[in-house]
């Protein structure tokens, strides 16, 4: 992993970035060997896929949930898993449901509870996160900064390697002309327009600064997470998706909009992380998990009509007047972002040597073209989420 520069960082971050002094070394165990494991996060939408794909390889995962008592949160992974579409391939009497907390001491545990798992587990997977791109950086320390912290000293306390999830997002948004490797330096948090982003920055630092006193740790860095490529799966509240939607609410189209993104297959992500988890040589390393290129503004209205909807190009005012206009549209409530997203200048990414790494190990990246675009739409429509296009109903009747 490649050493932070910490010179000259705004004061915002300078705290946030030492690591405590109680994080320290421990000697990694073989994943192979590792037969139980804690996920954060497993009531989100990577976490689902995560929990089905780490079941798959015959573990035991314990997982940590905000819920009254192990039912509830049972019964909160199974709506989760349910609406992913993904419980029928859940085998959940190999799932331990811990109530607790990422932001609280021991997370949230009693301490018998908490020593019981430490003594139970060999890796950590955590891909717990709050994801809001309207919230200020200060409002995310606790649920990411902290969080990091308490997931940190779990993994001392258990000798468990942590698998942490950060993002691309942490690259600085600048064209740069040559695609960003999993080794290039990150940030400067201060140039991230976002505060989920800089967190997500911050969190990574402290991740890093643990590998460098001997823990064992992973980072796996996705693009913007997108449905599985088999059926379509995908959550309704994602940037993009709600972009789309809310176009096709409104009937047009911003015109040489500068939405530009990396979007990748959540079943991709998933797999893509474990496989490389499960590997003693993945111990201090960067893996990014994208697609070959991003998606353009002027490609998705590509795909959106191509899917079947019908819809018209107007300049970026007109659009923003028309879906303004609409409390109901689904972009209402992230009409502000759109200003930031203008000025946004997208990075390129390699992921060349995740992809080496994980050569022979069965997994591939599926791109995402018309086909399996229209397995997206597929899903929403399904949700109730979309209205089904135009052209479908047309050849329905």
Not at 265 to 270: G, K
Request: aromatic share 8%.
């Amino acid at each position: 992993m490649t050493p932070p520069t910490y010179a000259g960082i705004a004061e915002e971050f300078a705290e946030d970035v030492v690591l405590a002094d109680d994080i320290t070394g421990f000697e990694a165990k073989d994943p192979v060997t590792v037969s139980e494991v804690l996920l954060t996060g497993a009531t989100g939408f990577l976490g689902s896929f995560l929990l089905k794909d780490l079941l798959a390889r015959g573990l035991t995962v314990h997982c940590l949930v905000r819920a009254a008592d192990a039912e509830a949160g049972l019964a909160r992974l199974r709506k989760t898993l349910g609406g992913y579409e993904v419980l029928d391939q859940v085998d959940l009497s190999r799932v331990r449901v811990v109530t607790g907390d990422v932001t609280r001491p021991r997370l949230g545990m009693e301490e018998a509870v908490y020593a019981e798992l430490a003594a139970r587990i060999g890796a950590i997977y955590h891909s717990a996160a709050k994801v809001n791109f309207l919230t200020l950086y200060k409002w995310l320390r606790k649920p990411t900064v902290d969080a990091t912290h308490e997931v940190l000293r779990l993994a001392c306390a258990s000798g468990a390697t942590l698998h942490h999830v950060s993002t691309t997002g942490i690259f600085e948004p600048k064209e740069h002309e040559t695609p960003r490797k999993e080794s290039d330096p990150t940030g400067p948090p201060e140039s991230l327009s976002l505060g989920y982003t800089k967190s997500k920055w911050v969190a990574e630092q402290l991740v890093q600064e643990a590998h460098r006193r001997g823990v064992p740790v992973t980072v796996h860095r996705p693009g913007q997470v997108w449905g599985d490529s088999t059926t379509g799966a995908c959550q309704p509240n994602d940037f993009v998706w709600r972009f789309i939607k809310g176009s096709i609410q409104a009937g047009v189209y911003p015109r040489r909009f500068g939405l530009d993104m990396n979007m990748v297959p959540v079943d991709y992500v998933s797999a893509a992380l474990v496989a490389a988890s499960r590997d003693a040589r993945s111990t201090g390393q960067v893996f990014h998990q994208v697609s070959a290129r991003s998606l353009d503004s002027d490609r998705i209205l590509e795909l959106v009509r191509g899917a079947g909807y019908e819809i018209r190009e107007v300049s970026i005012l007109k659009w923003m007047k028309a879906v303004s206009a609409d409390v109901q549209n689904s972009m209402f409530p992230l009409m502000r972002l759109i200003v930031d997203l203008e000025r946004f200048e997208a990075a390129e990414f390699s992921d060349e040597a995740t992809r080496a790494f994980l050569s022979g190990s069965g997994v591939v990246r599926p791109e995402i073209d018309e086909a399996l675009f229209a397995t997206y739409v597929s899903y929403f429509v399904r949700q109730g989420t979309l209205p089904e296009p135009v052209a479908a109903t047309a050849g329905a009747g």
